[in-house]
């Protein structure tokens, strides 16, 4: 539950959470009904990766072992982007460090935008492995599931004290269907 009880529209958002947890698949749906532009870092750099560009061939053996792309690379890309952009957007799987929300924080600054609200995705550990073993992408394999959610812990749930100190967080239980969740995000955005 949330003590956010009515949140006007939103239109600057990041949905944080660990690996499997829907960020992407609630992220497209959101970005979609609203009409903002829907950044994912995962995508983008399976894109380079498809596109064998001197980026995806660093980014292909880190991605393939459930590690983090180095904050450089992945700072490159969301610039790139967010420069050329005037709308709203969701961001997924952005910022994944400390390093990479502080350096959203001076982007946003200097683009004089800010970060309205973060929607914290929360599922246990086992039922993300049933779904991402469901999945079957290159990196779901259970050795790299099993490591990324350690990357998860270790490296990007720091971000939510960083956000909740901010009174940014809103905490989304990420259980049922997609359509169960993608309700239960509208009704908290309402
Ligand atoms: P991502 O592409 O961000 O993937 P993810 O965290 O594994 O998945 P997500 O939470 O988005 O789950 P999804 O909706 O797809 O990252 C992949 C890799 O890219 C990382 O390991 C890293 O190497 C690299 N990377 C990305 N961003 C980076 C960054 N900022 N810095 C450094 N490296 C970065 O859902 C998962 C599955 O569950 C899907 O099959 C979906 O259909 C299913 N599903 C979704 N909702 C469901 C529901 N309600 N019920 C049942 N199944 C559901």
Do not use: C
Not at 45 to 61: I, N
Not at 123 to 139: H, I, K, M, T, V
């Amino acid at each position: 539950m949330t003590d956010h009880p009515i949140l006007p529209e939103k239109s600057r958002l990041l949905f944080l959470g660990p690996p499997g947890a829907g960020k992407g698949t609630q992220a497209e749906l959101l970005a979609s009904r609203r009409s903002l532009l829907h950044l994912s870092t995962g995508e983008l750099l399976r894109a380079e990766v498809s596109a064998g560009s001197d980026l995806g061939l660093q980014a292909q053996e880190i991605m393939a072992r459930g590690e983090l792309v180095s904050d450089d690379l992945v700072l490159a890309i969301v610039r790139q982007r967010l420069e050329h952009h005037k709308g709203g957007w969701v961001l997924d799987g952005f910022p994944r460090t400390l390093t990479q929300a502080e350096a959203l924080d001076s982007l946003l600054e200097q683009l004089g935008q800010q970060i309205e609200l973060v929607l914290l995705l929360e599922l246990d550990d086992s039922a993300l492995l049933q779904r991402l073993l469901g999945r079957g992408r290159d990196d779901d394999t259970e050795e790299v599931i099993l490591n990324r959610l350690e990357v998860y812990r270790e490296r990007t749930s720091p971000l939510v004290a960083h956000y909740r100190q901010r009174g940014l967080l809103i905490p989304v239980e990420a259980t049922g269907t997609v359509e169960t969740i993608a309700d239960r995000i509208e009704g908290l955005l309402r």
